[in-house]
């Protein structure tokens, strides 16, 4: 019973903390990408864009 415990555990703990990698990973891009999307009017590229408009 000890050695199926033992297996069971060294299965969950790897796949739990791939879990928690990927979430914290999503998490950062999402920020990361609001930050940019409400940053963009501040770049100068941007006014060169309306202007050809």
């Known amino acids: 019973m000890d050695q199926t415990w033992?297996?069971?555990v060294g299965a969950?703990?790897?796949i739990a903390l791939v879990i928690a990698a990927i979430s914290i990973h999503q998490h950062r891009r999402e920020r990361r990408?609001?930050?940019?999307?409400?940053?963009?009017?501040?770049?100068d590229w941007c006014r060169w864009v309306r202007v050809r408009r």
């Open 6 to 8: 033992l297996g069971i």
């Open 12 to 14: 969950v703990v790897p």
């Open 33 to 43: 990408r609001a930050d940019l999307l409400r940053n963009l009017d501040h770049h």
